[in-house]
């Protein structure tokens, strides 16, 4: 049987959060249709489509608008300036 007529199922809940969890603006449309076929191939009031909505609503929302990284507050206190430092 060739590879791409092998049906490998669908995806545990730590197999998707693997395959979800580190999705780049780069790659997330071509993750989002694999959990698109994933999401097609349950019936409509399977458990998992919540889950399934959820993962696809983030790639959506990564693919169109680009992932920040989860930068916050820097915990490091900020840096004296260039310009102070030269004139001292």
């Known amino acids: 049987m060739p ?18 969890g580190a999705a780049t603006p780069h790659f997330a449309f071509q993750i989002h249709s694999r959990v698109a076929s994933f999401a097609a191939a349950l019936p409509a009031d399977h458990a998992r489509q ?3 909505r959820g993962h696809l609503d983030r790639l959506e ?3 169109m608008g680009g ?3 989860g930068v916050g507050n820097a915990d490091l206190p900020a840096r004296v300036s260039l310009p102070v430092l030269r004139s001292e």
């Open 67 to 69: 992932e920040s990284g």
């Open 3 to 20: 590879v791409f007529e092998h049906d490998y199922g669908i995806p545990d809940e730590d197999e998707l959060a693997a395959l979800v």
């Open 61 to 63: 929302r990564i693919g």
């Open 50 to 52: 919540a889950e399934l």
